[in-house]
Structures are given as C-alpha cells and as structure tokens.
C-alpha cells in the first residue's frame, strides 16, 4: 500500500487505512516523505497525526466507511505580505503544520461537519438543498458583496462552518450541473487559529481537494487557487490569493515565488543549508472573519483607492493595472519621479475628499470599495501605497538574494518589511508625511528600500521581533501574515535557534506570563488527496 497526492479516488476503508499507516511498507514510508520531506521526526508525526484522525473517523462515523483523506499545510511567507492582491509576488513555503479531513458519502444531502477540537469547533449539519436555494435568490457577484453571513444570518459571523459554505457554492459553481452528495465531514490540524498561519485558508483548501474528488473535477492546481480563493470571499475577507498559492503549489524543501493576475509559480528556489526559519506566536489572535477583518478590508480599500487616484491624476499610472506596474523598472522612470507622482495622493483624506478627487462615473465603484469595512474617518493612501510599492520591489528580486546565500542583505529586506508594519508612535499627520516623501525623493531612496506605513503589527509582534534581530546568528524576523496578532517568523543560522528560543523565552514569554510557543518549520509539499495505489 501507498499513498498518493495525485487526484482521484480510490476508495477504501478508514480501517484498511488505518493498518497500512500502523505498519508501513518501503512505498508508504517513500510516499509520506515526498509530501512532508526527510526529516525523520515530521515525517513520524505526520504519520501519527493520520492515524488519530482515522482512529476517531472510525469512532464516530465508523471503521467501515470508505474514506478520503485530503490535507492543507499552513504557510511562511518570507517575503511580500499585503501585495498579492495588488499584483505582487509572495516568496512562500508549506509548512509541516495543517488541516486534515476525512470524509464519506452519506445518503442524504446534508454536510455533517464534526471537528476533532470540539471545544473550538462546535459540530454543525449544512443542508446542501437550503444552501443552494438561498445562494440561487442571488448572483454571483452579488453573493460576494453580500457574504455567507447575510445569506445564512442565523449562522454567527466568526462560525467555522462558512468556510465550508463558501467552498461547496465556489465548487459547484464551477462544476456546472454536479451536484455534491451528502458528505459526514471529520477535520483535526495542529494550525494555530488566528496565529497568521493560515489557518482558515488551510481549512477551506482542505475542505475542497476532497470536495473535488466527489465531484470529479480535474482543475490545476493554480485554477483550484482561483476559484477557492473567490469562494473564500463570500466569508468576508478582501484579500488577494498568496495563502491559498502557498498552501496548494508549494514543494518541500523550497521557497516558492508565486505571481498573481494570473496565479503561477515563477521560480522554485531550495532555502538555504545551514538555516532554519522559526516561528514564533505572540499570544495574540487575529481573526479575518471577525474584528481584525474590518482593519484588513480598510488597508485593502487604501490601495485599491490611491491606485484609482494615480489612474486619474498622474499620467504614467494611467494605463496601470495594479499597484505593481508602478515601480521604478515598470514605470522605467526615476525613483523621484514616481515620488512626485505619489505627492498627487492626499495625505489622510475623508471619504467626501477622496469622492471630490474623482469623477462622477466612478463613485459607484468608490462606494463599493467603502462597504467592505467601516468608516475609519481618515485614510493613509499614502503610507499604504509607499508599503505595496517598497514590498513588490522586494518581493520580485528576493530569489536572487536566497539563491546567492546573501543573507545580509536578507535581513536587510526583512527589517525594512517590518518595519511598514510596525506601530507608529503616533498617527501620521500631513506635515509628517510631507516630510517623509519629500526626504525620499531628495535622497532619492530606491522604492525596496522605504518601508511605507501599513501598521499591522501589534506591540507583542513589535517585541518578538526586536528580540529576534538582536539575537547573535539571526538573519532577520518579521510578522509572519496579515498582522494584528498572530506569529512572527525568523530566518535563523542553525546553531542559533537554541539561543533565540531561550531569549524569547527569557524576555518575551516568561515576563507576560505566558507559556513559550515556539518551533522550528520544515518546507513541506502543498495541498492534495490521499489515494491508494496498490499492496
């Protein structure tokens, strides 16, 4: 027996699965290391996580149910956060930390979804003729501007079940006239929630490679991005693809550098011999599909507004399609002439300037952007647009810098990355930023070397990574996602971890009272299925 993350089902029993993980043959043990590396303890831990989620499949739905196990692994970004739905790259790795799910026809047509964390996740049953009744009073566009909350109000916002709404309504989309079955659904991970490793993102992925199997469709992995990613929207979060390209498209053993608009893979670089990327939690969540959404969807709006603005002001963005093509080698123009472009963006205009600033035409389109979040009274279109553009420019040339081992200017990079997300002192005002963009263009500061002003970061964050970047043999830290809680990652010379886990723990852990939580990572493959593939 083996195991396979090609598509397709094969099915067996989650009792036939179960011997073949508790004894494995030369095959298995191969197969297992091709999805989660060589490293003999995550390869072993894996192998026991497999075999807790069949073991309690079997206690609840029963061993002789035919069964299909699909996984999601979380994520490490190292390098272009808050840009891939502004046409950026994202430098990314699957890590050994996921979302399995196993599951089974049932013979009605009911989605009995059960969480081994019950705690957490409290078990909910989908009628999948409701859902599809309410979601056809609507039209697809209009479904995403609604949201799975309005449509199933009875349903709380943060409930973890509308992931799995949103990826039956995005599959069944695109399946055309294929109709799910009634499925008994059983989920366990050992992601974090809210820690910036993308947990809801792993789920959902992880929910929709079994989900295409019952509906045998054959999508690429970049298509199944796409369209996951859209169905993810109708939970609320305006954000771009870079998780969900992480988690399906990466190898193991390799940073990925995705592109997006189309999503592809551009370049598969090995990360370094001799270092270690560790991750960090700060004891803070961050929850998309609650509070944190509202801050995400608003720095989200800012770049989506500035880009709108720069359209209409400045000549040389007339033509652009994301805030990407604005970069010196874009552009092709001199770093201080895209500085002047940038003075045309108002410095914390209200939403009744920004209206003034455009065109009667394009108000509509300017009041969709403001019903993705609320009002915050002023808004940093500046600050956010210096961040895209610095990331992007980053973001495009850190292959070249992890394929040359130049891990000073790496830590160079993520210090200036950070840094954009750090908390201001205080909130900027006009004459500040005046200031600042008149000393970039004088200087002529090269885009990837300003940090901009996105503030995710959170005081803890800030802390963990201050502790971090003074710990001898660290090449550099920095928020690990979105921000506003979550974790931060390292990129760390083998023979320092040691140091940096019992710094962290001295001056981060132990003086807010909270027990250590950190570990190393291993780059593992992306999402798939499990399918038997022979004795």
Known sequence: MSLSRSPGRTPQTAAQWEAALESPGAALREALRATYGSTAGVVENRRQALLALLREFGLRFGAEREVLISRAPG??????????????????????????VASARRGDDRLVLRNVDTS???PCEISL??????????????????????????VARGEWSHYARAVVLALERRSGSTRLPGLDLLVAGDLPVGAGLSSSSALTMALAEGL?????????????VEVVGEGERLVGVRGGLGDHAAIKLSRPGFVSQVGFFPAAVKQEVPLP???????????EIALKSLGARDTFNQRV??????????????PPARH?????????????LEVATIYDGLELLPEQPSRSDILALLPGFEHQRVERVFATHADPGTYDLRGITLYALGECARSALFPQLLAGGDLERIGRWMKISHDGDRLPASPPTERDGDRELERLRRRRVPLRRQSGRYACSTEAIDRLVDVAITTRGVVGAQLAAAGLGGCIMALTRQEAVDDLLERWRIDFYQPRGIEPAAFVVTPTAGSGVFTWSGD
């Open 75 to 100: 994520r490490i970004n190292l390098m272009g956060r808050h840009v891939d739905h502004r046409g950026g790259d994202v430098n990314v790795m699957a890590i050994d930390r996921e979302i399995l």
């Open 120 to 122: 957490t996740f409290p």
């Open 129 to 154: 003729i409701e859902l599809r009744a309410r979601a056809r009073e609507h039209d697809w566009s209009e479904l995403l501007d609604l949201g799975l909350p309005a449509l199933v109000p009875e």
């Open 212 to 224: 295409i199997s019952y509906l045998g469709l054959e999508l690429t992995g970049e298509q199944l």
């Open 273 to 283: 011999s001799g270092v270690e990327v560790v991750v960090a939690h700060s004891g």
């Open 301 to 314: 709006a800012c770049a989506d507004l500035a880009l709108l603005i720069l359209r209409h002001q400045w």
């Open 320 to 332: 652009a399609g994301h805030l990407r093509d604005l970069t010196e080698e874009n552009l092709a």
